[in-house]
């Protein structure tokens, strides 16, 4: 419902930090919301709430998963490069961070 809604949106016209921003505020508001409805046991709230945090998780989602792809051919452009065997000794922090992503 959330990329139907402004994900998308938001995300065409202002950017992924944005994006990230406002997904992180919608979820911490719905989670925020749930110790209202617990105080005075409303169930109909409980499923706002949700819904809510369902909102703010669908935003993060639909911000997240194009960006972790493009953050990973950042870290993959020195293999790219062709800075395998010989130069892997001057590099060995990025190397094995490089390598951690295979796994």
């Not at 202002?14 to 505020?25: D, H, I, P, R």
């Not at 005075?40 to 409980?46: E, L, N, P, T, V």
């Not at 953050?71 to 490069?81: C, E, T, V």
Request: aromatic letters at 20%; one cysteine or more.
């Amino acid at each position: 419902m959330s990329p139907i809604l402004f994900s998308v949106y938001v995300l065409r016209r202002w950017g992924y930090k944005v994006t990230f921003m406002l997904g992180l505020t919608i979820y911490g508001v719905g989670a925020i919301l749930f110790w209202p409805c617990a105080k005075y046991r409303s169930f109909a709230g409980f499923c706002v709430c949700t819904f809510v945090v369902g909102l703010g998780l669908g935003t993060l989602e639909v911000s997240a998963n194009p960006y972790v792809p493009f953050i990973r051919r950042k870290a993959y452009d020195k293999l790219y490069r062709g800075v395998w065997p010989n130069e892997v000794q001057q590099y060995p922090i990025e190397f094995f961070t490089i390598v951690q992503w295979n796994r």
